[in-house]
T-cell receptor
Framework: AQSVSQHNHHVILSEAASLELGCNYS??????LFWYVQYPGQHLQLLLK??????LVKGIKGFEAEFIKSKFSFNLRKPSVQWSDTAEYFC???????????FGTGTRLQVFP | DAGVIQSPRHEVTEMGQEVTLRCKPI?????LFWYRQTMMRGLELLIY????????DSGMPEDRFSAKMPNASFSTLKIQPSEPRDSAVYFC???????????FGPGTRLTVL
């Protein structure tokens, strides 16, 4: 069965600090990987996705993620966070012949000015 | 382009009442997903449809929950009878089959007293 682990439950940073949120998945086959963001009171929006090709994926708002197959990881990074990045971030995996997305439990990011 | 539309946005009801949540997917999308989000359990997939046909309902908590998709532009999630533990935000998402990039609606915040 597929599963996703996000070990950082709550991250607090100052503006301009660098960000890395961990995501590990468990699935033996080919996977598609996603990061979604949920701003306070809003719905989930897609930040970036990896299907195949270059394992370093760039998304919106300066975010990027790197797929490391040997580590079953897809960590999200941003070199310099802003107050407006305060949100909850969800990693998700899809694998096999299904359209289901399995989500991690989310990481709450708070950025202070 | 209208995104995924959900109604109502907020619902407050009393235990034992029937609750119906509605979703209109993005035009041209033929996969539809219902999720439930709670603090304790995070984001859980309840059921999803491809081309109006339920594909996987393994996430539906119990018989009190039912979902239908009578046509390509409308789906309902019904809870009968509702219980306080059903209080959550219910999201609907849609995508094109096999595209695996899901677009989320704004959610319905359900409170069962």
């Amino acid at each position: 069965a597929q599963s996703v682990s996000q070990h950082n439950h709550h991250v607090i940073l100052s503006e301009a600090a660098s960000l890395e949120l961990g995501c590990n998945y468990s699935y033996g086959g080919t996977v598609n990987l996603f990061w979604y963001v949920q701003y306070p009171g809003q719905h989930l929006q897609l930040l970036l996705k990896y299907f195949s090709g270059d394992p370093l994926v760039k998304g919106i708002k300066g975010f990027e993620a790197e797929f490391i197959k040997s580590k079953f990881s897809f960590n999200l990074r941003k070199p310099s966070v802003q107050w407006s990045d305060t949100a909850e971030y969800f990693c998700a995996v899809n694998g096999g012949n299904t359209d289901k997305l399995i989500f991690g439990t989310g990481t709450r990011l708070q950025v202070f000015p | 382009d209208a995104g995924v539309i959900q109604s109502p946005r907020h619902e407050v009801t009393e235990m034992g009442q029937e609750v119906t949540l509605r979703c209109k997917p993005i035009s041209g999308h033929n996969s539809l997903f219902w999720y439930r989000q709670t603090m304790m359990r995070g984001l859980e997939l309840l059921i999803y449809f491809n081309n109006n046909v339920p594909i996987d309902d393994s996430g539906m908590p119990e018989d009190r929950f039912s979902a239908k998709m009578p046509n390509a532009s409308f789906s309902t999630l019904k809870i009968q009878p509702s219980e306080p533990r059903d209080s959550a935000v219910y999201f609907c998402a849609s995508s094109k089959v096999r595209e695996r990039k899901q677009f989320f609606g704004p959610g319905t915040r359900l409170t069962v007293l």
